[in-house]
């Protein structure tokens, strides 16, 4: 069976401090791949998805950035923290659609909180 | 990929079913409706996805309207567990594409 996994579960960084939030899948190959920040009391945003190795779409412009070194796994980085890039982080992955709908499945989430 | 309108909040009594509603009046030919909850502070959980015939499964029930331009998500007995956002998407298939939520439905079940 298929499983996502997306780690630290928690993280207090300071401002100006560089990061790196990873997401691995498993069980599947060629997944699509995606990265979204809910603000406190937001909804969802969608901030990267993929459709292959090295094939990354932002949807938002911000300080972060993504990439997907390995078919199954999507780091999300930057440089220099904000304190506005706080939130939770959750990964995602889903397979093609082919003819029919597929649905997509959640990792756990990182709360991240910027100091 | 279409928007979708969903109330902001609802309320349910334990017990009874929660009907949830969604407009999507610009939902294309190829594009599935699905539905996901998310519970506070976990990853949004996948519940039930159609395209045109009304669905069914351990969860909830999925109808929706002839002409496709609104559906409903019953969850026919709902309890306590049941409190959480619900999210109405449609989504084209066949082709990778990026999956969008909106704000979504905060159903309070209360005892």
């Known amino acids: 069976s298929q499983t996502i996994h997306q780690w630290p579960a928690t993280l207090v960084q300071p401002v100006g401090s560089p990061l790196s939030l990873e997401c691995t899948v498993e069980g599947t190959s060629n997944p699509n791949l995606y990265w979204y920040r809910q603000a406190a009391g937001r909804g969802l945003q969608l901030l990267f998805y993929?459709?292959?190795?090295?094939?990354i779409s932002s949807e938002v412009p911000q300080n972060l950035s993504a990439s997907r070194p390995q078919d199954r796994q999507f780091i999300l980085s930057s440089k220099k923290l904000l304190l506005s890039d706080s939130g939770f982080y959750l990964c995602a992955w889903s397979s093609w659609g082919g003819r029919s709908g597929t649905e997509a499945f959640f990792g756990q989430g990182t709360r991240l909180t910027v100091v | 990929d279409a928007k979708t309108t969903q109330p902001t909040s609802m309320d349910c009594a334990e017990g009874r079913a929660a009907n949830l509603p969604c407009n999507h009046s610009t939902i294309s030919g190829n594009e599935y409706v699905y539905w996901y909850r998310q519970i506070h502070s976990q990853g949004p959980q996948y519940i039930i996805h159609?395209?045109?015939n009304n669905e069914t499964n351990e969860m909830a029930s999925l109808i929706i309207t002839e002409d496709r331009k609104s559906s409903t998500l019953i969850l026919p007995h709902a309890t306590l567990r049941d409190t959480a956002v619900y999210y109405c998407?449609?989504?084209?298939?066949?082709?990778?594409?990026?999956?969008?939520f909106g704000t979504g439905t905060r159903l309070q079940v209360t005892l």
């Open positions: 159609g395209l045109k």
């Open positions: 993929s459709v292959g190795i090295g094939q």
């Open positions: 998407i449609v989504r084209p298939t066949g082709t990778a594409s990026k999956l969008t």
